[in-house]
T-cell receptor, first 112, second 113 residues
Framework: KQEVTQIPAALSVPEGENLVLNCSFT??????LQWFRQDPGKGLTSLLL?????REQTSGRLNASLDKSSGRSTLYIAASQPGDSATYLC???????????FGAGTRLTVKP | DAGVTQSPTHLIKTRGQQVTLRCSPI?????VSWYQQVLGQGPQFIFQ???????GRGNFPDRFSARQFPNYSSELNVNALLLGDSALYLC????????????FGPGTRLTVT
């Protein structure tokens, strides 16, 4: 059974700091991995999608990497800003059942 | 272009009642998936529909059902509501049945009292 874990559960950093969020999964049979942002009580905003054949994706200050063999992905946020404060979720796409399996998220606070 | 829309935004129901949640996908998207998100946890997969057929089902009881209409919009129905059904219900749309980027709506907050 696929399990997705995100560490740390919560993170507080000062503005301007570079940071890394971690995501691990137990089964490497995934077809993609997607990082999302969720503001309190809101829906999910897609940040980056990495297909299983790719190693990384970049968008602005965000960079996500994928290492299927070790079951790990990281989301790197450069020069963090208070507006980056949110919960960040990773999800892996599964071949069977067409569903996505989510981690519990990392709650990020960027202090001015 | 409009994103994924969901209605209603909030809903309060009593135990034992039935509820219907609605979702309209992004124009051109043929796949709709439903997720339940309990406070403090990641979303859990309930159903996926593609071209009006069920393509995936998560580990939820038969009280949960869904359907997709010819215009690709979808409804999620939950019967005999329990307190534990209180959650944020999220709808996601994508172009194809799998391996595509998922786009989520704002969700429907269901409270069961």
């Amino acid at each position: 059974k696929q399990e997705v874990t995100q560490i740390p559960a919560a993170l507080s950093v000062p503005e301007g700091e570079n940071l890394v969020l971690n995501c691990s999964f137990t089964d490497s049979a995934i077809y993609n991995l997607q990082w999302f942002r969720q503001d309190p009580g809101k829906g999910l905003t897609s940040l980056l999608l990495i297909q299983s054949s790719q190693r990384e994706q970049t968008s602005g200050r965000l960079n996500a990497s994928l290492d299927k063999s070790s079951g790990r992905s990281t989301l790197y946020i450069a020069a963090s800003q208070p507006g980056d404060s949110a919960t960040y979720l990773c999800a892996v796409g599964l071949y069977n059942n067409n569903d996505m399996r989510f981690g519990a998220g990392t709650r990020l606070t960027v202090k001015p | 272009d409009a994103g994924v829309t969901q209605s209603p935004t909030h809903l309060i129901k009593t135990r034992g009642q039935q509820v219907t949640l609605r979702c309209s996908p992004i124009s051109g998207h043929k796949s709709v998936s439903w997720y339940q998100q309990v406070l403090g946890q990641g979303p859990q997969f309930i159903f996926q529909y593609y071209e009006k057929e069920e393509r995936g089902r998560g580990n939820f009881p038969d009280r949960f059902s869904a359907r997709q209409f010819p215009n690709y919009s979808s409804e999620l129905n939950v019967n005999a509501l329990l307190l534990g059904d209180s959650a944020l219900y999220l709808c996601a749309s994508s172009l194809g049945s799998w391996a595509n980027e998922q786009y989520f709506g704002p969700g429907t907050r269901l409270t069961v009292t």
